[in-house]
């Protein structure tokens, strides 16, 4: 059997041998006339010649044609000119131009029938997305080239060493067991940009400090700057994904500006491709995702350019959990997932207070309410606050969206999401200063933990900071002490006018960072609990207390000791904690002293 014929029917090889005769009548035949207009059909004939008869070019293909060969010999059938011609124009249509391929095939990379494939990744990036999600990228797809790219130098050469500049359980084997093979660290942004098929854009989003939508809405600036490079060195096709958590039509701003740009051999297609990993689990939630999302347009470009970011995912995540969506879909589920885990956050710090008020136990209702299975127990964990990089932001983000989009009504249900996260803060604070007979001016007290939870060093919103600032308003002195957190980020943290109130120098005389937790803790009046490092667990609190001023006090915000309670008192320690009474006292001022929050002024309809 022809190896040809199951592309071909009976009648559509009448119709070839029909339009043969005729055209050749008339002199003006055109064998494209008689190909399966099939692009992939078109593929799969000149790659079935090429394996069938082993050749290496194009070549040796063409002197193999019937009808063109010397070799033949015998008298050709019409059948067999037929099929000649037809395989002819196959191979001059795959050899042709690029500039007469048109814009949505120039320069792409293809593998089996059609489909783009990713050799190459440019991040741009190297912060707590791009790093760890690059490297775990290379670690799965040993024949893909992962390059992630910064202008920070001192970051890409910590990159680059033995120290990495960010902490995750897990990160440093993995970086390790591909750095220099298939994983690489760079400051040449173009270059890599250049040689990339896939450009993903992994830079920070912070909220805007100034301006419309100050302290709200998200600054783009970083965002923009990538567009225009990436459209300023490219050339060819390529896939530019959005990995950095931004507002709804992000991607809308960065395809204006491609389109703004644009060169006759350019073609970039615009994908959104959100990260859902935790810090702490990062490398885990990647290894292990509970979904992947792909944002693009619902046109068949790009389509193609989502079915080739999901393939590089496929090599280790089951396809069924690989959603594709628009790029509206996409942008707006970050979001919404986001604002839905710290809506569960405050939720429960809620429930947190009343029960403090009645003599209920949070950890306990947390667990009642978490047995239902339509609620589930996770993100149900009472504590002074959610922080880091996305929670407050993507929430604040969220509620500007809905004020711009003339929806007040639901822009304060999620403003009181972050009403909540401040209230329990300050509250947490007030606390404190109630215990210590209402004044802590002049008084050390020993903060552990400064991140913003536990297995990680970023300090990006660390509710730490604000119960800080409260205290620091108040004249104590802190010793504070993390087992990951730089010094120098500490007081960069604390020196920041939002927190300091405009007097930086104030700063160095009333914080000191220390090395040791039991440093930290002597001779303080008491000691406070901020992040959840389970060291803290394991404490020689006996020690502790001989070398604190009496009485003593632990304030555990992120109810790690509940299995020591007993145990503390019984040496010594006046015991307070969130969401639980441990301790009966009478407070020095109404409500521990907490001044009512006053909901936020309803702002004019944008």
Known sequence: MNVFEPFFTDKAKVSSQTKMKEGMAEGGFDPCECICSHEHAMRRLINLLRQSQSYCTDTECLQEIPGLSSSVEGDLTLPMIIMGWLVLAVVLFLLRPASLRGSTASGKPTGPHGMVQIKKICCIGAGYVGGPTCSVIASMCPEITVTVVDVNESRIKAWNSETLPIYEPGLNEVVMSCRGKNLFFSTDIDSAIKEADLVFISVNTPTKTYGMGKGRAADLKFIEACAR????????????????????????????????????????????????????????????????????????????????????????????????????????????????????ISSINSISALCESTGADVEEVAKAIGMDQR??????????????????????????????????????????????????????????????????????????????????????????IYISKYLMDEGAK?????PKVLKEQIMLDLSQPSISGDNPERVSDLVTVTNDPYEACESAHALVICTEWDMFKDLDYEKIYSKMLKPASIFDGRRVLDHLHVQLQNIGFQIETIGKKVTTRIPFTPSGGVPRLEPPSKKAKA
């Open 478 to 482: 802190l010793h504070i002490y993390d």
């Open 375 to 464: 609620i589930g127990s996770k993100f149900l964990k009472a504590s002074v606050g959610f922080g880091g990089s996305c929670f407050q932001k993507d929430v604040l983000n969220l509620v500007y969206l809905c004020e711009v989009l003339n929806l007040p009504e639901v822009a304060s249900y999620w403003q009181q999401v972050i009403d909540m996260n401040e209230y329990q803060r300050k509250r947490f604070a007030c606390r404190i200063i109630d215990c210590l007979f209402n004044t802590v001016t002049g008084k050390k007290i020993a903060l552990l933990g400064f991140s913003f939870k536990k297995d990680t060093g970023d300090t990006r919103e660390s509710s730490t």
């Open 229 to 344: 490079r990436i459209v300023e060195v490219s050339d060819g096709y390529k896939i530019v994904t959005e990995k950095s958590t931004v507002p709804v039509r992000a991607a809308e701003s960065i395809r204006r500006i491609f389109d703004a740009n644009t060169k006759p051999s350019l073609n970039l297609q615009v994908l959104s491709n959100p990260e859902f990993l935790a810090e702490g689990t990062a490398v885990k939630d990647l290894k292990e995702p509970d979904r992947v999302l792909i944002g693009g347009d619902e046109t068949p470009e790009g389509q193609r350019a989502i079915s080739a970011l999901s393939a590089v995912y496929e090599n280790w995540v089951p396809k069924s959990r690989i959603i594709t969506t628009n790029t509206w879909s996409s942008e707006l589920s970050k979001l919404a997932a986001n604002a839905f885990l710290a809506q569960r």
